[in-house]
């Protein structure tokens, strides 16, 4: 079993910055990748970034050069930086993690990006 605690959504304004946290317990060593999706209302959960132990990185096309994923292993955490927020940015942002064929997720952070 694994379990993911995310963190640090608000409220903010357009162009502001936020920093998202993903706490991982449980099975840490059968961690082998860990992402970050959102999903808004209406819409679809989508992939928003990615990264492996190897320190491989993805991101999605619309929010590369804007958000930075990284993790501290010795915390168990992942983080997502979002710089340069967009009202389209407002959303859920879940933590994910597969172990074998087991798909966990946070219960996830509110994002809100208004004026």
């Known amino acids: 079993q694994v379990q993911l605690v995310e963190s640090g959504g608000d409220l903010v304004q357009p162009g502001g910055s936020l920093r998202l946290s993903c706490a991982a317990s449980?099975?840490?060593?059968?961690?082998?990748?860990m992402g970050w999706y959102r999903q808004a209302p209406g819409k679809q959960r989508e992939l928003v970034a990615g990264i492996n132990r190897g320190g491989w990185i993805n991101y999605a096309d619309f929010v590369k050069g804007r958000f930075t994923i990284s993790r501290d292993n010795a915390k168990n955490t992942v983080y997502l930086q979002m710089n340069s927020l967009k009202p389209e940015d407002t959303a859920v942002y879940y933590c994910n993690t597969d172990v074998g064929l087991q798909s966990y997720w946070g219960q996830g952070t509110q994002v809100t990006v208004s004026s």
């Open positions: 449980g099975r840490i060593s059968s961690i082998y990748a």
